[in-house]
């Protein structure tokens, strides 16, 4: 009875749930005049999770460029990467698509793989469309700030000396560095 039942347990606890993925698939728009454009998701780790990156797939117009933050942020052209998670993490997990003043469509894949055995695709779609002179002499007054985050995504109101991500009604986001001398 007792082998039965560690056949039992042992698959369950070898092929238990390390991790989880907020969002797989992920939209993201702007205007030429963007500097650029982002949106995030977080891999939330439940166990020890070491894991492994690469960029398996990206189209865009030539003259874009993107840049991931997975868990930190990396420059432009770094395409793959490694980490070690620890239980109960949640960490950023973001794809910057930089126009570059073109408009047009992007597309970025992601695999990440866990522990070596779980295998995840997140996927990132861009658009940027072509903004006319009237919009951007009005483009900030037209639309609401919706939301000020740190680059781990957590909501914050201390706006003072710190890098803040700037979410706007219309999908534009905005980083600023509020610089206080006290």
């Known amino acids: 009875m007792k082998q039965i039942l560690l056949i039992l347990i042992i698959p369950g606890y070898l092929f238990s749930q390390t991790h989880y993925i907020d969002t797989n698939v992920l939209y993201m728009s702007g205007n030429n005049i963007d500097s650029d454009i982002a949106i995030n998701t977080f891999y939330n780790s439940i166990d020890t999770c070491n894991i492994s990156w690469n960029i398996i797939y990206d189209s865009m117009p030539t ?48 695999e990440i793989v866990t522990n070596n055995i779980h295998r995840d695709t997140i996927t990132w779609y861009g658009q940027v469309n072509l903004s006319s002179n009237s919009e951007n002499l009005n483009s900030t007054n037209r639309y609401k700030l919706t939301k000020v985050i740190d680059v781990y995504g957590r909501n914050t109101t201390d706006y003072n000396n710190k890098l803040l991500i700037y979410i706007y009604s219309d999908g534009r986001v905005e980083k600023k560095i509020n610089v206080s001398s006290h």
Do not use: A, Q, R
Request: net charge negative; aromatic share 12%.
């Open 63 to 110: 003259s874009w460029e993107f840049s991931i933050c997975f868990p930190d942020c990396h420059n432009i052209g770094v395409v793959n990467g490694s980490d070690l998670l620890l239980p109960n993490e949640k960490s950023y997990l973001n794809c910057h698509m930089y126009p570059n003043g073109t408009f047009g469509e992007g597309v970025v894949k992601m």
